[in-house]
């Protein structure tokens, strides 16, 4: 079992940065952030697996990094140039199955943070 806590979100203008961090306390084969914004369905952005080998969705390629610190047991996601289209909850989640594997698609992961709020004004 892994367990996630997220912090970091808030507030920021377009254009702006933003980190967001993840704790976790257990083992996975790979961890990522998703976002969900209202209406819309949860989709998936950045994933890392335990190769270190990364998968970003096309809307932040270039924009976001996933990163990881094991000592620290610590999920970032550097967020830069952001958008308004970026207001969304984001959510840290993690996967124990399927070594190696770096899809983005929500069903693909069992464990799940609770979701901090990130809001880019305009």
């Known amino acids: 079992q892994v367990r996630l806590v997220e912090s970091g979100g808030g507030s920021v203008e377009a254009g702006g940065s933003l980190r967001l961090s993840c704790s976790y306390a257990g083992v996975a084969q790979r961890m990522g952030w998703f976002r969900q914004a209202p209406g819309k369905e949860r989709e998936g952005l950045a994933i890392?697996?335990?190769?270190?080998?990364?998968n970003y969705a096309d809307s932040v390629k270039g924009r976001f990094t996933i990163a990881k610190d094991n000592a620290k047991r610590t999920l970032y996601l550097q967020m830069n140039d952001v958008l308004p289209e970026d207001t969304a909850i984001y959510y840290c989640?993690?996967?124990?199955?399927?070594?190696?594997?770096?899809?983005?698609?929500?069903?693909?992961?069992?464990?799940w943070g609770q979701g901090t709020q990130v809001t880019v004004s305009s």
């Open positions: 989640a993690a996967d124990d199955r399927r070594p190696g594997a770096l899809g983005l698609g929500v069903d693909l992961y069992s464990y």
């Open positions: 890392i697996n335990t190769n270190d080998q990364v």
